[in-house]
């Protein structure tokens, strides 16, 4: 008994635990929480019906005298339903995750907005190419050459500005060690590997600003490698892009009058 009631104490923090989940933000964060909570479901159902088969057994067949019960060998059934259940309770759980895996993993546009993403110790560069804005165009003439970059310090943490329900993907690379981009409000990390081009999409469905931070064990200063994901609608996107375009890029950017 003290063991059945460690087990349902257990699985009360697990229930807790799912109620303390970050924001899923994006398409693709709230397909892998939906996911995780049909998992969370069917492991509920199993662990009640276990326990339930379990206690009715304790108290149906506890030992009442010296008597000998009586004996047998064997039960088709319920072998078949031993072996049965848990196979079509995985294939089910197989099934759903790899349609759940495909979607997160589906590949960007040729129109979608690309964000190139450095890790460095300690910090990150993201770099915004002025041909490559996305359906918006950033509010940049058709001809604009050059790029933006916001380059942070483990003393400036930088801000990673992307537009709301649009794709949005992130190509990723390391100019040193193996980093981890990590956004907590994705539900969702990648690794940048040295020499290695990782990148995945996500179409962000709220606005605000959202901690993300490095989340692989990169050096001495891997604690300061944080960094904001601020969501803003697109107006506001634009203007930031024909604003940092002319401070760092003078008349070479040309603004489009919006």
């Given at each position: 008994m003290k063991r059945l009631a460690a087990a349902v104490a257990?699985?009360?923090l697990a229930l807790l635990g799912a109620g303390c989940?970050?924001?899923a933000i994006t398409d693709e964060?709230?397909?892998?929480?939906?996911l995780y909570n049909v998992v969370l479901i069917a492991a509920i159902v199993v662990f009640a019906l276990v326990a339930a088969a379990l206690v009715y057994a304790i108290v149906r067949y506890r030992r009442r005298d010296d008597a000998l019960p009586p004996q047998?060998?064997?039960?088709?059934?319920?072998?078949?339903?031993m072996v049965g259940v848990p196979v079509l309770i995985v294939i089910g759980l197989f099934t759903i995750s790899m349609i759940t895996l495909v979607g997160v993993d589906d590949t960007a546009e040729p129109d979608d907005l690309t964000i190139e993403v450095t890790g460095f110790q300690f910090s990150w560069q993201f770099t915004y190419n002025l041909?490559?804005?996305?359906?918006g165009g950033g509010g940049m003439d058709a001809e604009a050459e050059g790029a933006v970059s916001?380059?942070?310090?483990?003393a400036n943490e930088p801000v990673l500005m992307m537009p709301v329900d649009e794709p949005v993907e992130f190509v990723l690379r390391s100019s040193d060690v193996i980093h981890s981009f990590y956004v907590r409000d994705f539900l969702y990390k990648l690794d940048l590997f040295?020499?290695?081009v990782n990148a995945f999409t996500v179409t962000a469905r709220e606005t605000g600003d959202f901690r993300a931070q490095c989340a692989e064990l990169c050096g001495l200063n891997h604690a300061l490698m944080r960094f904001t994901v601020r969501v803003v609608e697109r107006g506001e996107f634009d203007a930031w892009i024909a604003s940092e375009a002319v401070r760092q890029l003078g008349d070479g950017a040309r603004v489009r009058a919006r």
């Open positions: 257990l699985m009360a989940q970050p924001a964060a709230r397909d892998m929480n939906d047998f060998h064997g039960g088709g059934k319920i072998e078949a339903a041909n490559d804005l996305g359906e916001v380059i942070g310090t483990p040295p020499g290695r």
